[in-house]
C-alpha cells in the first residue's frame, strides 16, 4: 500500500539556521503531495503542496519539489524563526480504485524546536 | 481559523462506554474525513463522508461508526471503549469528494481519554 516515510524527530536548530525535513513516499501511481504542520494544541493546517512531478510547493519561506525519480518531497526553509517551532507533517493523497475518495496518508511527524 | 468545528474539545470516560464526536466542516464543504492521531500508530484516516454518503474506509475498527446529516454535518460514534482508543480525533472537510488538489481544511480536534 502507499506510505510516507519522514525522518525520525525531534529536531533541534538555533534561530536562522537552515532547515531540511527529508520525506519519501511509496505510492502505485502519482499522488500529490502536501506538508502540514501542527501547532501545540492546534489541529493541521496545510503548509505547502505539490501535485504532479517537478512542481514546487512554497509558503512562508519554507519549500518542498516533488522529485518522482527519487519519490521524495524534502521540506526546506533557509532560515527558520521560533515561531516555526511545530510538527510537520508530509502526507499524500492518492485516489484509491473505486472508491472516488482522495483520503491522506501521513508519515510519523517530525517536531522542530528552534532556540533563540 | 479553519472554519472546521468540533465538540467537545475534550472528552474522559470510562472503558466500555460510548461517546459521540461532533464534526461541523467549512460552509459549502460536502466531504467530511476522521482521523485518529495516537502516539503508536500516529495520523490515521479512519472515515470519509460525501455529502451524506460513506466514500472510503480506512483503519476504522468495527467499534466505530459514523455518519453525515442532511445539513452536513458529522458524527463519529465510539463505542466499548478500551484503553486504546485514548487519542486525539480530527475531523476534516473538503470542498468535492476530495480530488488530490482539493485541500482538506482540519478541525482542532477532541481529545479522547479512556481510564
Known amino acids: 500500500g502507499d506510505s510516507v516515510t519522514q525522518m525520525e524527530g525531534p529536531v533541534t536548530l538555533s534561530e536562522e539556521a537552515f532547515l531540511t525535513i527529508n520525506c519519501t513516499y511509496t505510492a502505485t501511481g502519482y499522488p500529490s503531495l502536501f506538508w502540514y504542520v501542527q501547532y501545540p494544541g492546534e489541529g493541521l493546517q496545510l503548509l505547502l503542496k505539490?501535485?504532479?512531478?517537478?512542481d514546487k510547493g512554497s509558503n512562508k519561506g519554507f519549500e518542498a519539489t516533488y522529485r518522482k525519480e527519487t519519490t521524495s518531497f524534502h521540506l526546506e526553509k533557509g532560515s527558520v524563526q521560533v515561531s516555526d517551532s511545530a510538527v510537520y507533517f508530509c502526507a499524500l493523497s492518492y485516489a484509491y480504485s473505486g472508491a472516488g475518495s482522495y483520503q491522506l496518508t501521513f508519515g510519523k511527524g517530525t517536531k522542530l524546536s528552534v532556540i533563540p | 481559523d479553519s472554519g472546521v468545528t468540533q465538540t467537545p474539545k475534550h472528552l474522559i470516560t470510562a472503558t466500555g462506554q460510548r461517546v459521540t464526536l461532533r464534526c461541523s466542516p467549512r460552509s459549502g464543504d460536502l466531504s467530511v474525513y476522521w482521523y485518529q492521531q495516537s502516539l503508536d500508530q500516529g495520523l490515521q484516516f479512519l472515515i470519509q463522508?460525501?455529502?451524506?454518503?460513506?466514500?472510503a474506509k480506512g483503519n476504522i475498527l468495527e467499534r466505530f461508526s459514523a455518519q453525515q446529516f442532511p445539513d452536513l454535518h458529522s458524527e463519529l460514534n465510539l463505542s466499548s471503549l478500551e484503553l486504546g482508543d485514548s487519542a486525539l480525533y480530527f475531523c476534516?472537510?473538503?470542498?468535492?469528494?476530495?480530488?488530490?488538489?482539493?485541500?482538506?481544511?482540519f478541525g482542532p480536534g477532541t481529545r479522547l481519554t479512556v481510564t
Open positions: 505539490a501535485t504532479k512531478a517537478d
Open positions: 476534516a472537510s473538503s470542498v468535492g469528494e476530495g480530488r488530490p488538489s482539493y485541500e482538506q481544511y
Open positions: 463522508y460525501y455529502n451524506g454518503e460513506e466514500r
